[in-house]
T-cell receptor, first 114, second 114 residues
């Protein structure tokens, strides 16, 4: 069973913010939300991850709802190079070592238009 | 350049050939992974190594044989492949098997079996 639900595709205008939603209504307490993206014919690239607090780095911001059942990845000023498939992945990290492996779904195909 | 290097980038092989895919990382990571990405399908985890020991083998046919001689190198030996094995093969590494800080992927080897 898929742990996350993402829209199959989205469009965004260059220079505008891209807001990519992800539903993970069955998320449990030790599961983190990870975001990766895959530009055509390249390997996936780690973007950001979080547990319950909002996170920001040089690539993006991650907003997680208070009930943790959904999240949004925000690319503040999308460029043409941000066109990619974006994957939202929920995985457990165990405090005693070990964790769930990274399992990819179908993701959201984001197209940034000029 | 991500720090994970895969060679060759492209490979065409006959069904009776033997070939090997190579992955190298100099990030100081202790865990390494092989993924397969077939056309229009999500990435599939094939093998997981932690400190050079195989810790996961996801029901992969024996015609795929991984080898991890040290923590910096990972190989995927191929023998008697089928046309349906044509895919993008991706190598990844993480700091440790927990992968809290994310996985770093290579650019992949595009394999065509004829």
């Amino acid at each position: 069973d898929a742990k996350t639900t993402q829209p199959p595709s989205m469009d965004c205008a260059e220079g505008r913010a891209a807001n990519l939603p992800c539903n993970h209504s069955t998320i449990s307490g030790n599961e983190y939300v990870y975001w990766y993206r895959q530009i055509h014919s390249q390997g996936p690239q780690y973007i950001i991850h979080g547990l319950k607090n909002n996170e920001t780095n040089e690539m993006a911001s991650l907003i997680i709802t208070e009930d943790r059942k959904s999240s949004t990845l925000i690319l503040p000023h999308a460029t043409l190079r941000d066109t990619a498939v974006y994957y939202c992945i929920v995985r457990a990290i165990h405090s005693q070592g070990g964790s769930e492996k990274l399992v990819f779904g179908k993701g959201t195909k984001l197209t940034v238009n000029p | 350049e991500t720090g994970v290097t895969q060679t060759p980038r492209h490979l065409v092989m006959g069904m009776t050939n033997k070939k090997s895919l190579k992955c190298e990382q100099h990030l100081g990571h202790n865990a390494m992974y092989w993924y397969k990405q077939s056309a229009k399908k999500p990435l599939e985890l094939m093998f997981v190594y932690s400190l050079e020991e195989r810790v996961e083998n996801n029901s992969v046919p024996s015609r795929f044989s991984p080898e991890c001689p040290n923590s910096s190198h990972l190989f995927l030996h191929l023998h008697t492949l089928q046309p349906e094995d044509s895919a993008l093969y991706l190598c990844a590494s993480s700091q440790d098997i927990q992968g809290y800080y994310g996985y770093t992927f290579g650019s992949g080897t595009r394999l065509t079996v004829v």
